[in-house]
Protein backbone atom coordinates (compact mmCIF):
# COMPACT_ATOMS: atom_id res chain seq x y z
CA UNK A 1 0.00 0.00 0.00
CA UNK A 2 1.66 3.14 -0.65
CA UNK A 3 4.02 2.83 3.23
CA UNK A 4 7.45 3.74 1.84
CA UNK A 5 6.79 6.67 -0.64
CA UNK A 6 4.37 8.47 2.00
CA UNK A 7 6.71 8.25 4.05
CA UNK A 8 9.86 9.64 2.46
CA UNK A 9 7.87 12.34 1.36
CA UNK A 10 8.18 15.81 3.62
CA UNK A 11 4.90 16.62 4.15
CA UNK A 12 1.56 13.94 4.63
CA UNK A 13 -0.73 13.49 1.76
CA UNK A 14 -3.09 16.29 1.04
CA UNK A 15 -6.98 15.61 -0.30
CA UNK A 16 -7.05 17.53 -3.42
CA UNK A 17 -10.75 17.79 -3.24
CA UNK A 18 -12.36 21.20 -2.37
CA UNK A 19 -14.37 21.03 1.15
CA UNK A 20 -17.27 22.65 -0.29
CA UNK A 21 -20.36 20.22 -0.11
CA UNK A 22 -22.63 19.53 -2.66
CA UNK A 23 -25.47 17.36 -3.36
CA UNK A 24 -24.85 14.34 -5.82
CA UNK A 25 -25.18 15.27 -9.08
CA UNK A 26 -25.35 13.70 -12.62
CA UNK A 27 -22.38 11.27 -13.53
CA UNK A 28 -19.35 13.70 -14.77
CA UNK A 29 -19.09 14.12 -18.37
CA UNK A 30 -15.95 13.15 -20.20
CA UNK A 31 -15.09 16.72 -20.90
CA UNK A 32 -14.76 17.63 -17.27
CA UNK A 33 -13.00 14.50 -16.60
CA UNK A 34 -10.36 15.37 -19.72
CA UNK A 35 -9.82 18.68 -18.31
CA UNK A 36 -8.81 17.32 -14.45
CA UNK A 37 -6.70 14.92 -15.90
CA UNK A 38 -4.44 17.50 -17.78
CA UNK A 39 -4.88 20.26 -15.26
CA UNK A 40 -3.40 17.39 -12.97
CA UNK A 41 -0.51 15.84 -15.46
CA UNK A 42 0.23 19.36 -15.74
CA UNK A 43 0.48 20.02 -11.77
CA UNK A 44 2.51 17.11 -10.73
CA UNK A 45 4.94 16.91 -13.77
CA UNK A 46 4.57 13.15 -14.37
CA UNK A 47 5.33 12.24 -18.00
CA UNK A 48 2.12 9.83 -18.23
CA UNK A 49 -1.10 8.65 -17.02
CA UNK A 50 -4.06 6.88 -17.78
CA UNK A 51 -7.65 6.46 -15.60
CA UNK A 52 -10.97 5.11 -15.68
CA UNK A 53 -14.33 6.34 -14.22
CA UNK A 54 -17.62 3.46 -13.85
CA UNK A 55 -20.55 4.12 -12.48
CA UNK A 56 -23.36 1.23 -11.45
CA UNK A 57 -22.76 -1.43 -14.91
CA UNK A 58 -21.28 1.24 -17.32
CA UNK A 59 -17.80 3.45 -18.11
CA UNK A 60 -18.28 6.77 -17.44
CA UNK A 61 -14.55 7.64 -19.43
CA UNK A 62 -11.67 5.69 -19.61
CA UNK A 63 -8.34 8.08 -21.44
CA UNK A 64 -4.75 8.08 -21.25
CA UNK A 65 -2.43 11.33 -21.27
CA UNK A 66 0.98 12.43 -21.85
CA UNK A 67 3.34 9.79 -23.21
CA UNK A 68 5.53 6.74 -22.14
CA UNK A 69 8.92 6.59 -22.86
CA UNK A 70 8.57 5.23 -26.62
CA UNK A 71 7.28 8.53 -27.29
CA UNK A 72 4.01 7.49 -27.90
CA UNK A 73 1.22 8.69 -26.72
CA UNK A 74 -0.55 7.31 -23.16
CA UNK A 75 -4.27 6.21 -24.07
CA UNK A 76 -6.83 4.11 -22.57
CA UNK A 77 -5.56 1.00 -24.17
CA UNK A 78 -1.89 1.44 -23.10
CA UNK A 79 -0.70 -1.42 -20.51
CA UNK A 80 0.54 -0.33 -17.48
CA UNK A 81 1.96 -2.62 -14.90
CA UNK A 82 -0.08 -1.94 -11.91
CA UNK A 83 1.87 -3.58 -8.73
CA UNK A 84 -0.08 -4.79 -5.62
CA UNK A 85 -3.32 -4.05 -7.33
CA UNK A 86 -2.43 -7.68 -8.17
CA UNK A 87 -3.76 -8.73 -5.22
CA UNK A 88 -7.16 -7.82 -5.39
CA UNK A 89 -7.11 -9.97 -8.92
CA UNK A 90 -5.18 -12.30 -7.03
CA UNK A 91 -7.85 -12.59 -4.42
CA UNK A 92 -10.81 -13.18 -6.67
CA UNK A 93 -8.61 -16.10 -8.89
CA UNK A 94 -9.05 -17.92 -5.31
CA UNK A 95 -12.28 -17.17 -4.18
CA UNK A 96 -13.35 -18.38 -7.78
CA UNK A 97 -12.11 -21.83 -6.98
CA UNK A 98 -13.63 -21.37 -3.50
CA UNK A 99 -16.97 -21.35 -4.94
CA UNK A 100 -16.41 -24.24 -7.51
CA UNK A 101 -15.44 -26.58 -4.32
CA UNK A 102 -11.73 -27.05 -5.35
CA UNK A 103 -10.06 -24.68 -2.53
CA UNK A 104 -11.38 -24.45 1.45
CA UNK A 105 -11.11 -20.86 2.63
CA UNK A 106 -10.61 -21.63 6.40
CA UNK A 107 -8.65 -24.66 6.23
CA UNK A 108 -5.28 -24.78 6.35
CA UNK A 109 -2.94 -24.42 3.20
CA UNK A 110 -0.44 -26.69 3.94
CA UNK A 111 -3.37 -29.51 3.42
CA UNK A 112 -4.33 -28.11 0.42
CA UNK A 113 -0.83 -27.04 -0.83
CA UNK A 114 1.20 -29.53 0.57
CA UNK A 115 4.42 -27.82 -0.57
CA UNK A 116 3.99 -24.83 1.61
CA UNK A 117 6.00 -25.73 4.70
CA UNK A 118 8.39 -23.61 7.22
CA UNK A 119 10.77 -23.89 9.91
CA UNK A 120 7.67 -22.76 12.08
CA UNK A 121 5.29 -25.53 13.63
CA UNK A 122 2.73 -22.75 13.56
CA UNK A 123 2.47 -23.18 9.48
CA UNK A 124 0.57 -26.10 9.57
CA UNK A 125 -2.53 -23.60 10.81
CA UNK A 126 -2.05 -21.11 8.25
CA UNK A 127 -5.64 -20.70 6.52
CA UNK A 128 -6.40 -19.71 2.99
CA UNK A 129 -8.14 -17.03 4.17
CA UNK A 130 -5.20 -15.43 6.39
CA UNK A 131 -3.33 -15.33 3.51
CA UNK A 132 -5.74 -13.57 1.60
CA UNK A 133 -6.20 -10.96 4.55
CA UNK A 134 -2.71 -11.01 5.48
CA UNK A 135 -3.13 -12.24 9.04
CA UNK A 136 -0.50 -15.23 8.59
CA UNK A 137 1.70 -14.46 10.51
CA UNK A 138 4.01 -14.00 7.47
CA UNK A 139 6.02 -10.84 7.29
CA UNK A 140 8.86 -10.01 5.03
CA UNK A 141 11.55 -10.10 8.02
CA UNK A 142 10.79 -13.96 8.93
CA UNK A 143 11.73 -15.34 5.30
CA UNK A 144 14.50 -15.17 2.84
CA UNK A 145 12.79 -12.66 0.26
CA UNK A 146 16.27 -12.43 -1.56
CA UNK A 147 16.13 -16.20 -2.68
CA UNK A 148 12.48 -16.35 -3.34
CA UNK A 149 12.42 -13.48 -5.27
CA UNK A 150 15.36 -14.99 -7.39
CA UNK A 151 13.13 -18.15 -7.88
CA UNK A 152 12.39 -18.56 -11.98
CA UNK A 153 8.82 -19.74 -10.81
CA UNK A 154 6.14 -19.94 -7.81
CA UNK A 155 7.01 -23.53 -6.85
CA UNK A 156 11.36 -22.05 -6.60
CA UNK A 157 9.56 -19.64 -4.61
CA UNK A 158 7.55 -21.90 -2.15
CA UNK A 159 10.70 -23.60 -2.11
CA UNK A 160 13.07 -20.83 -0.50
CA UNK A 161 10.10 -20.28 2.28
CA UNK A 162 11.38 -23.63 4.13
CA UNK A 163 13.89 -22.00 6.35
CA UNK A 164 11.55 -19.68 7.23
CA UNK A 165 8.98 -18.59 10.48
CA UNK A 166 6.16 -17.03 11.29
CA UNK A 167 6.69 -13.54 12.99
CA UNK A 168 3.09 -14.03 14.89
CA UNK A 169 0.73 -16.63 15.73
CA UNK A 170 -1.79 -17.03 12.33
CA UNK A 171 -4.70 -15.31 12.91
CA UNK A 172 -4.01 -12.55 15.90
CA UNK A 173 -1.64 -9.90 14.00
CA UNK A 174 -2.35 -7.95 10.10
CA UNK A 175 1.30 -7.26 7.96
CA UNK A 176 1.67 -6.35 4.95
CA UNK A 177 3.54 -9.06 3.00
CA UNK A 178 3.68 -9.57 -0.55
CA UNK A 179 5.08 -13.66 0.62
CA UNK A 180 1.19 -14.24 1.21
CA UNK A 181 -0.25 -13.58 -2.25
CA UNK A 182 2.53 -15.94 -3.80
CA UNK A 183 1.64 -18.04 -1.78
CA UNK A 184 -2.53 -17.73 -2.90
CA UNK A 185 -0.87 -17.69 -6.12
CA UNK A 186 0.79 -20.81 -5.85
CA UNK A 187 -2.33 -22.20 -4.52
CA UNK A 188 -4.51 -21.87 -7.59
CA UNK A 189 -1.99 -23.28 -9.59
CA UNK A 190 -1.69 -26.79 -7.63
CA UNK A 191 -5.65 -26.47 -6.96
CA UNK A 192 -6.57 -25.60 -10.84
CA UNK A 193 -3.65 -27.33 -12.59
CA UNK A 194 -2.77 -24.28 -14.27
CA UNK A 195 -0.30 -21.98 -14.88
CA UNK A 196 -1.38 -18.85 -12.95
CA UNK A 197 -1.75 -16.36 -15.17
CA UNK A 198 -3.09 -18.79 -17.71
CA UNK A 199 -5.95 -19.35 -14.84
CA UNK A 200 -6.12 -15.77 -14.73
CA UNK A 201 -6.82 -15.46 -18.52
CA UNK A 202 -9.23 -17.72 -18.45
CA UNK A 203 -11.02 -17.49 -15.52
CA UNK A 204 -11.12 -13.76 -14.45
CA UNK A 205 -9.61 -11.84 -17.31
CA UNK A 206 -11.52 -13.61 -20.15
CA UNK A 207 -14.71 -13.72 -18.48
CA UNK A 208 -14.67 -9.86 -17.90
CA UNK A 209 -13.76 -9.23 -21.54
CA UNK A 210 -10.23 -7.92 -20.20
CA UNK A 211 -8.49 -8.30 -23.63
CA UNK A 212 -5.65 -6.22 -22.88
CA UNK A 213 -4.84 -7.76 -19.48
CA UNK A 214 -2.19 -10.93 -18.54
CA UNK A 215 0.63 -11.62 -15.81
CA UNK A 216 3.78 -11.00 -16.24
CA UNK A 217 5.01 -9.24 -19.77
CA UNK A 218 5.11 -12.07 -21.93
CA UNK A 219 1.62 -11.36 -23.68
CA UNK A 220 0.62 -7.75 -22.84
CA UNK A 221 4.38 -5.80 -23.02
CA UNK A 222 4.17 -2.05 -21.24
CA UNK A 223 6.72 0.36 -22.29
CA UNK A 224 9.73 1.63 -20.05
CA UNK A 225 8.74 3.67 -16.85
CA UNK A 226 10.06 6.47 -15.37
CA UNK A 227 12.06 7.49 -12.48
CA UNK A 228 11.91 11.36 -10.97
CA UNK A 229 15.87 12.40 -10.62
CA UNK A 230 15.40 16.00 -9.43
CA UNK A 231 12.94 17.10 -11.79
CA UNK A 232 13.96 15.06 -14.35
CA UNK A 233 12.35 11.90 -15.56
CA UNK A 234 14.23 9.17 -16.83
CA UNK A 235 13.25 6.13 -18.63
CA UNK A 236 14.13 2.80 -17.34
CA UNK A 237 13.31 -0.96 -17.27
CA UNK A 238 12.20 -2.49 -14.64
CA UNK A 239 13.93 -5.68 -13.01
CA UNK A 240 12.93 -8.25 -14.32
CA UNK A 241 12.44 -10.92 -11.47
CA UNK A 242 10.17 -7.94 -9.69
CA UNK A 243 8.40 -7.58 -12.94
CA UNK A 244 7.35 -11.39 -13.81
CA UNK A 245 6.34 -12.08 -10.07
CA UNK A 246 2.67 -13.18 -10.07
CA UNK A 247 0.15 -13.10 -7.37
CA UNK A 248 1.21 -10.23 -5.33
CA UNK A 249 2.73 -7.99 -7.87
CA UNK A 250 2.48 -9.37 -11.20
CA UNK A 251 -0.61 -7.75 -13.53
CA UNK A 252 -0.14 -5.54 -16.59
CA UNK A 253 -3.83 -4.17 -18.08
CA UNK A 254 -5.26 -1.35 -19.10
CA UNK A 255 -7.45 1.55 -18.19
CA UNK A 256 -10.33 0.06 -20.54
CA UNK A 257 -10.36 -3.08 -19.04
CA UNK A 258 -9.89 -1.80 -15.37
CA UNK A 259 -13.36 -0.67 -16.26
CA UNK A 260 -14.55 -3.74 -16.74
CA UNK A 261 -12.87 -4.79 -13.53
CA UNK A 262 -14.03 -2.36 -11.24
CA UNK A 263 -17.54 -2.66 -12.89
CA UNK A 264 -17.75 -5.97 -11.72
CA UNK A 265 -15.94 -5.12 -8.33
CA UNK A 266 -19.09 -3.00 -7.84
CA UNK A 267 -21.13 -5.92 -8.18
CA UNK A 268 -22.38 -4.83 -11.64
CA UNK A 269 -22.14 -6.35 -15.03
CA UNK A 270 -20.47 -9.84 -15.67
CA UNK A 271 -19.83 -11.82 -12.04
CA UNK A 272 -17.04 -14.46 -11.76
CA UNK A 273 -17.49 -15.15 -8.34
CA UNK A 274 -20.76 -15.62 -6.10
CA UNK A 275 -22.16 -12.00 -4.16
CA UNK A 276 -21.44 -13.93 -1.25
CA UNK A 277 -17.68 -14.14 -1.99
CA UNK A 278 -17.49 -10.87 -3.29
CA UNK A 279 -18.56 -9.43 0.08
CA UNK A 280 -15.95 -11.51 1.73
CA UNK A 281 -12.97 -9.90 -0.58
CA UNK A 282 -14.60 -6.26 0.88
CA UNK A 283 -14.87 -6.93 4.51
CA UNK A 284 -12.13 -6.10 6.77
CA UNK A 285 -11.09 -8.22 9.64
CA UNK A 286 -11.30 -7.76 13.36
CA UNK A 287 -7.60 -7.69 13.50
CA UNK A 288 -7.27 -4.60 10.93
CA UNK A 289 -9.31 -2.40 7.88
CA UNK A 290 -8.05 -5.24 5.07
CA UNK A 291 -10.04 -7.66 3.53
CA UNK A 292 -8.84 -9.62 0.61
CA UNK A 293 -6.65 -6.83 -1.79
CA UNK A 294 -9.14 -4.20 -0.57
CA UNK A 295 -9.50 -1.71 2.21
CA UNK A 296 -11.07 0.58 3.80
CA UNK A 297 -10.21 4.57 3.24
CA UNK A 298 -11.61 7.53 4.68
CA UNK A 299 -11.40 10.65 1.98
CA UNK A 300 -13.08 13.97 2.48
CA UNK A 301 -16.16 12.08 4.28
CA UNK A 302 -16.22 9.53 1.32
CA UNK A 303 -16.19 5.47 2.29
CA UNK A 304 -13.91 3.80 -0.15
CA UNK A 305 -12.28 0.42 -0.95
CA UNK A 306 -9.37 0.92 -1.94
CA UNK A 307 -5.74 -0.56 -3.32
CA UNK A 308 -2.75 0.95 -4.37
CA UNK A 309 0.41 -0.51 -5.97
CA UNK A 310 4.05 0.66 -6.27
CA UNK A 311 6.68 -0.60 -9.06
CA UNK A 312 9.96 0.52 -9.90
CA UNK A 313 8.84 2.93 -12.58
CA UNK A 314 4.92 2.14 -12.28
CA UNK A 315 1.92 3.45 -9.80
CA UNK A 316 -1.34 2.58 -9.64
CA UNK A 317 -4.29 2.97 -7.24
CA UNK A 318 -7.86 1.18 -7.43
CA UNK A 319 -11.14 2.00 -5.72
CA UNK A 320 -15.27 1.65 -5.47
CA UNK A 321 -17.64 3.51 -3.68
CA UNK A 322 -20.32 0.82 -2.71
CA UNK A 323 -22.28 3.38 -1.48
CA UNK A 324 -22.59 5.28 -5.07
CA UNK A 325 -21.36 2.17 -7.50
CA UNK A 326 -18.67 4.95 -8.57
CA UNK A 327 -15.34 3.15 -9.62
CA UNK A 328 -12.04 4.87 -10.13
CA UNK A 329 -8.87 3.47 -11.07
CA UNK A 330 -5.60 6.00 -11.70
CA UNK A 331 -2.29 4.32 -13.34
CA UNK A 332 1.28 6.40 -14.17
CA UNK A 333 4.00 4.50 -15.85
CA UNK A 334 6.41 6.23 -13.37
CA UNK A 335 7.23 6.14 -9.68
CA UNK A 336 8.96 8.60 -7.72
CA UNK A 337 9.42 9.42 -3.51
CA UNK A 338 5.77 10.67 -3.97
CA UNK A 339 3.34 8.47 -5.49
CA UNK A 340 0.40 11.11 -6.61
CA UNK A 341 -2.27 8.75 -8.19
CA UNK A 342 -4.11 8.47 -4.54
CA UNK A 343 -4.55 12.52 -4.59
CA UNK A 344 -5.73 12.22 -9.05
CA UNK A 345 -8.41 9.50 -7.66
CA UNK A 346 -9.25 11.92 -4.84
CA UNK A 347 -10.29 14.57 -7.38
CA UNK A 348 -12.19 11.97 -9.78
CA UNK A 349 -13.92 11.16 -6.49
CA UNK A 350 -14.69 15.08 -6.12
CA UNK A 351 -16.02 15.18 -9.88
CA UNK A 352 -18.16 12.64 -9.05
CA UNK A 353 -19.80 14.08 -6.33
CA UNK A 354 -20.26 17.53 -8.08
CA UNK A 355 -17.81 19.26 -6.56
CA UNK A 356 -14.35 21.14 -8.12
CA UNK A 357 -11.45 19.30 -7.21
CA UNK A 358 -7.82 21.40 -7.54
CA UNK A 359 -5.18 20.00 -9.17
CA UNK A 360 -2.98 17.89 -7.21
CA UNK A 361 0.74 17.95 -7.08
CA UNK A 362 3.56 19.85 -5.84
CA UNK A 363 4.56 17.63 -3.16
CA UNK A 364 7.29 15.75 -5.33
CA UNK A 365 8.80 18.68 -6.54
CA UNK A 366 9.41 20.66 -3.28
CA UNK A 367 11.00 17.61 -1.84
CA UNK A 368 12.97 17.42 -4.88
CA UNK A 369 13.97 20.69 -4.66
CA UNK A 370 14.99 20.29 -1.00
CA UNK A 371 16.63 17.20 -1.42
CA UNK A 372 18.64 18.91 -4.08
CA UNK A 373 19.41 21.94 -2.23
CA UNK A 374 20.76 19.87 0.78
CA UNK A 375 23.18 17.76 -1.87
CA UNK A 376 24.53 21.42 -3.33
CA UNK A 377 24.71 22.20 -0.29
CA UNK A 378 26.93 19.63 1.31
CA UNK A 379 29.26 20.04 -1.73
CA UNK A 380 29.15 23.48 -1.45
CA UNK A 381 30.59 22.85 2.16
CA UNK A 382 32.96 20.66 1.53
CA UNK A 383 34.88 22.67 -1.18
CA UNK A 384 34.45 25.50 1.87
CA UNK A 385 36.09 23.28 3.78
CA UNK A 386 38.88 22.20 1.74
CA UNK A 387 39.78 25.53 1.14
CA UNK A 388 39.95 26.52 4.95
CA UNK A 389 41.94 23.08 5.81
CA UNK A 390 45.08 24.22 6.58
CA UNK A 391 43.57 27.31 9.08
CA UNK A 392 41.73 24.18 10.45
CA UNK A 393 44.76 22.12 10.79
CA UNK A 394 46.45 25.00 12.39
CA UNK A 395 43.82 25.85 15.30
CA UNK A 396 44.11 21.92 16.21
CA UNK A 397 47.91 21.25 15.81
CA UNK A 398 48.97 19.84 19.31
CA UNK A 399 45.67 19.28 21.01
CA UNK A 400 44.55 15.98 22.10
CA UNK A 401 43.74 13.64 19.59
CA UNK A 402 40.37 12.40 21.17
CA UNK A 403 39.26 16.03 21.02
CA UNK A 404 40.41 16.45 17.34
CA UNK A 405 38.98 12.50 16.95
CA UNK A 406 35.24 14.19 18.32
CA UNK A 407 35.56 17.06 16.16
CA UNK A 408 35.74 14.56 12.73
CA UNK A 409 32.39 12.48 14.32
CA UNK A 410 29.63 14.65 13.24
CA UNK A 411 31.32 14.61 9.31
CA UNK A 412 31.06 10.84 9.49
CA UNK A 413 27.25 10.88 10.56
CA UNK A 414 25.95 10.62 6.73
CA UNK A 415 28.27 7.50 6.22
CA UNK A 416 26.38 6.36 9.15
CA UNK A 417 23.33 6.89 7.77
CA UNK A 418 24.04 5.44 4.14
CA UNK A 419 25.12 2.23 5.51
CA UNK A 420 22.44 2.35 7.94
CA UNK A 421 19.76 3.51 4.95
CA UNK A 422 17.53 0.26 3.84
CA UNK A 423 17.43 -0.89 7.56
CA UNK A 424 16.24 2.80 8.50
CA UNK A 425 13.82 2.53 5.60
CA UNK A 426 12.40 -1.01 6.76
CA UNK A 427 11.82 0.34 10.47
CA UNK A 428 10.04 3.37 9.13
CA UNK A 429 7.54 1.14 7.11
CA UNK A 430 6.79 -1.43 10.13
CA UNK A 431 9.44 -4.01 8.83
CA UNK A 432 8.92 -4.21 5.59
CA UNK A 433 12.01 -5.65 3.60
CA UNK A 434 13.44 -2.55 1.68
CA UNK A 435 16.18 -3.82 -0.79
CA UNK A 436 19.45 -1.07 -1.92
CA UNK A 437 17.95 -1.88 -5.91
CA UNK A 438 14.37 -0.40 -4.56
CA UNK A 439 15.94 3.08 -3.49
CA UNK A 440 17.82 3.55 -6.90
CA UNK A 441 14.62 3.41 -8.75
CA UNK A 442 11.51 5.79 -7.08
CA UNK A 443 14.10 7.14 -4.46
CA UNK A 444 16.64 7.94 -6.81
CA UNK A 445 16.88 11.85 -5.48
CA UNK A 446 16.90 10.53 -1.47
CA UNK A 447 19.58 8.17 -1.99
CA UNK A 448 21.79 10.10 -4.32
CA UNK A 449 21.16 13.53 -1.69
CA UNK A 450 22.62 10.61 1.02
CA UNK A 451 25.27 9.49 -1.26
CA UNK A 452 26.63 13.31 -1.79
CA UNK A 453 26.12 14.09 1.49
CA UNK A 454 28.50 10.78 2.89
CA UNK A 455 31.02 11.16 0.25
CA UNK A 456 31.07 15.14 1.50
CA UNK A 457 31.73 14.14 4.76
CA UNK A 458 34.47 11.36 4.17
CA UNK A 459 36.91 14.04 1.98
CA UNK A 460 35.85 16.87 4.45
CA UNK A 461 37.32 14.52 7.22
CA UNK A 462 40.07 12.85 5.34
CA UNK A 463 41.44 16.60 3.85
CA UNK A 464 41.80 17.65 7.35
CA UNK A 465 43.17 15.15 8.74
CA UNK A 466 45.86 15.20 5.60
CA UNK A 467 46.22 19.09 6.88
CA UNK A 468 46.77 18.08 10.22
CA UNK A 469 49.50 15.67 9.60
CA UNK A 470 51.33 17.88 7.56
CA UNK A 471 51.04 20.97 9.93
CA UNK A 472 52.65 18.71 12.33
CA UNK A 473 55.45 17.69 10.63
CA UNK A 474 56.33 21.28 9.82
CA UNK A 475 56.58 21.71 13.66
Same mark, same amino acid.
Given at each position: ?RR??VL ?5 AL??A ?12 PAA ?8 L????L ?5 V +???G??V ?5 Y????D?Q ?5 T ?5 S????F???? +? ?7 K??L??? +???QL?E ?7 A????V ?25 LA ?11 A &? ?9 NV????? &????E???G ?6 L &? ?10 G??V ?13 L?G?W??RP?L??F????G ?9 D????L????GA????V ?5 A?M ?10 M ?29 ? &??G??YA ?5 A ?5 TYD ?13 P??PG????L?E???GL ?8 T???V?RS?R ?8 A ?10 L?L? +? ?6 P??I?FLT???T?T???L????AP??A?LV?A ?16 WV?S??
Amino acid at each position: MRRIMVLMSIGAALLVAQPAAAAPSAEPLPAAIDAYAAAALKSTGLPGMSLV +VTHGGRVVHAAGYGHGSDGQPITAGTPMRVASVSKSFTAMA +VMTLVDAGKVALDEP +VAAQLPEFRLDDPRAARVTVRQLLNQTSGLADGGVDLGRAEAATDLAGYLAALRSGRLA &AEPGTRWAYCNVNYEVA &ARLVEVASGLGFGDYL &ARHVFGPLGMTGSAVGDGVVRPARGYNSLFGVWVARPELDRFSARGGAGGVVTTAADMGAWLISQSGAGTQVVRPESLAAMHTPTRIAEYGMGWGPVTADGTTLLVHSGNLFTYNAVEAIDP &ATGYGYAVMTNSASLYDDTYDVMTGLVALSQGRSPAAPGGTRQLTELVLGLIGFGAIALTVLAVVRSRRWARRRSGRAAWRTGLRLVPLLLP +VCGLVLYPRIISFLTNGRTVTWAQLMFFAAPLTATLVTAALAGLVTAAVRLVRLRWVASER
